[in-house]
């Protein structure tokens, strides 16, 4: 367990991954320290990549109980924002945001020290692997309580010496703790297999287009089967364009003022419709 929360957010610049926000243990873990943060005047840094994934996670029509959280979250984060308790800072991103934590965390210094919360235990290792001992990895526990990341552990040489045995007369040491991956058919640790893959096959998959610009982009196993989401119709910088106000109007039935989107008015000048006049609430009181 970190020794004081207290300390390190104070010395630490802190960052946090899209699955430690939307863990069940995340409200108890902002009861705890937004209290502290306001204290220090410090603030939780969330990262481009993040941020895209969590409005990914809010558009998931299959999936609603996690598109009401996500939803939570990016509230949640607003208010932080405006409270000084969060900021939106980074790299320039990349399509993983893995990819830019072990980018940002192996510049970590003694004047600057990072600390990573994340549930993942694939990133905790890649940190832990930089060697660099101001970059720190904590995952969230039962209470929002923060537990230094432990690295990966290595099998002794006799014991790896005996899997391989095992494993060319197809036998297996243990079926409790080893597990074959259904794509590659290796066996790994039962505790490192996800929906019965290996985290090799997991970060692999297949490639598409993005549906505005043509981008090439990976959907990998992880999203199909572990999150059980669709193919990203479009790349990030699609997607946060798409995002954009084209225009305002006023409607002609309330009088109020709304938004319409680059996205929006893309989909209607294609089917050669007319942009609308009246906002969404009045839209769907009309058709019912």
């Not at 003694?110 to 290792?125: G, S, V, Y």
């Not at 490639?207 to 990203?232: Q, S, W």
């Not at 409607?251 to 089917?271: L, M, N, R, S, V």
């Amino acid at each position: 367990m970190l020794q004081d929360a207290v300390l390190y957010v104070k010395r630490t610049c802190i960052f946090i991954d899209t699955c430690s926000l939307l863990s069940e243990y995340s409200e108890a873990f902002w009861n705890q320290w937004i209290p502290t943060l306001r204290k220090s005047g410090q603030k939780i840094i969330i990262i481009p990549s993040v941020l895209n994934e969590l409005m990914r996670h809010r558009d998931n029509r299959k999936d609603k109980a996690l598109a009401r959280k996500a939803e939570n979250v990016l509230y949640l984060l607003q208010v932080l924002e405006k409270e000084n308790l969060a900021m939106l800072a980074g790299v320039a991103e990349s399509n993983y945001a893995d990819a830019d934590f072990t980018k940002i965390l192996a510049c970590a210094s003694r004047k600057q020290p990072m600390l990573l919360i994340t549930q993942d235990r694939e990133l905790a290792a890649k940190i832990h692997r930089l060697k660099n001992r101001h970059a720190i990895a904590a995952r969230l526990s039962e209470g929002g309580i923060l537990l230094k990341a432990k690295p990966e552990r290595k099998e002794p040489f006799l014991t790896r010496l005996w899997q391989g045995v095992c494993s060319f007369f197809g036998k297996k040491k243990d079926d409790r703790e080893a597990e074959t991956c259904r794509l590659c058919g290796k066996s790994w640790p039962a505790y490192r297999m996800k929906a019965h893959l290996c985290p090799e096959c997991l970060k692999k998959g297949t490639i598409h287009h993005c549906k505005r610009c043509g981008k090439d982009m990976l959907y990998t196993n992880y999203l199909k089967y572990v999150e059980k989401a669709e193919p990203f119709a479009y790349c990030d910088d699609c997607y946060r364009f798409r995002k954009k106000v084209f225009q305002y109007r006023t409607c002609q039935d309330c009088g109020c003022t709304f938004p319409i989107t680059q996205g929006e008015a893309e989909f209607y000048q294609d089917k050669g419709y007319e942009l609308p006049k009246r906002c969404k609430d009045c839209r769907h009181k009309r058709r019912r």
